[in-house]
């Protein structure tokens, strides 16, 4: 995998640094270049379809809702966790939650505001953009550079996808890892997008992105966890599971989402946390939209 200093080995690195828009290109050539480098070191990590794996998404710097959701999973006793993306933006804790993503999860995959921060904010409204350069000024503000440097090695070297024996896996889609939207109303309005997206999944897909939990399947279909009773039952048939948001769900429901991979199906779990306390942080920091908080409240 590249460094992310380019030429310079780990050890020569004395102060990492974001990349500035001019590396943009680059960086995006770099990420395409071993997007698939790490797929037998996954195969290792994830192990045995025989246990249960924990997958989460878009946790956005929010801690209050990140915790919930690993107590969640500690309870259940899952020893296997990634996460697929977007572990900042938006929320007002991302050092911490970027933290504890590199402690819990076997990996996390690049998530448009995961490069956004260490690269520049590409085709993001006001709040978003706002919340991206706050950001990255708590990641440069850290004066502890061993964890500093820690953290932008992390964010430069994640990958944009994974292939496994039982899975891919993408922040956005197959089509555009970090930044496609498949949004359900796609079955309808889309449906040259979507069968030009099932052409790239060879059985079961993992996505985030969108914040809306559900399963797509090729006719083109979608359905909600609500209709599914929670639950997707693996079989034959290739899908696309969007495991939903921890951090900022979007599907009406304020309760941090995620999924569970079972040997034979696919569980949607909702967890209630402090949502408040996540909506007051947000209002006391200035360069934070306050809607970024407030529309946690109704998970808009």
């Not at 090729?218 to 359905?223: A, H, N, V």
């Amino acid at each position: 995998m590249a460094d992310v200093a380019g030429q310079q080995t780990r050890e020569e690195i004395d102060d990492v640094q974001p990349q500035g828009l001019a590396d943009l290109n680059a960086g995006s050539s770099r990420l395409a270049a071993h997007a698939a480098a790490v797929s037998p070191a996954v195969q290792a990590l994830i192990g045995s379809a025989d246990q249960p794996l924990a997958i989460i998404s878009d946790i956005h710097g929010n801690i209050e809702a990140l915790t919930a959701v690993l107590a969640e999973i500690d309870s259940r006793s899952i020893p296997k966790i990634i996460c697929l993306g977007d572990v900042v933006g938006y929320g007002p804790n991302p050092r911490e939650c970027l933290d504890i993503v590199m402690d819990r999860c076997l990996f996390s995959l690049m998530g448009n505001h995961d490069f956004a921060i260490f690269y520049e904010p590409y085709n993001f409204n006001t709040a978003a953009e706002n919340a991206a350069f706050w950001t990255r000024a708590q990641f440069e503000a850290d004066t502890n550079k061993e964890h500093r440097n820690k953290r932008w090695k992390y964010v430069g070297n994640l990958q944009t996808r994974v292939m496994t024996d039982r899975f891919c896996a993408y922040h956005g889609s197959p089509r555009r890892p970090i930044n496609e939207y498949v949004f359900p109303d796609d079955i309808y309005t889309a449906p040259m997008k979507m069968q030009s997206i099932f052409d790239r999944i060879p059985h079961i897909c993992f996505v985030g992105h969108t914040h809306v939990p559900g399963v797509f399947v090729p006719d083109p279909d979608f359905y909600s966890p609500d209709e599914l009773g929670g639950k997707y039952t693996l079989g034959q048939e290739r899908a696309m599971v969007n495991v939903g948001s921890v951090g900022q769900p979007r599907d009406r429901n304020p309760n941090a989402s995620f999924v569970i991979l079972h040997p034979d199906h696919v569980e949607f779990v909702r967890v209630p946390y402090d949502v408040q306390t996540t909506v007051d942080k947000v209002r006391s920091i200035d360069a934070l939209d306050n809607f970024l908080g407030t529309r946690l409240l109704d998970g808009r």
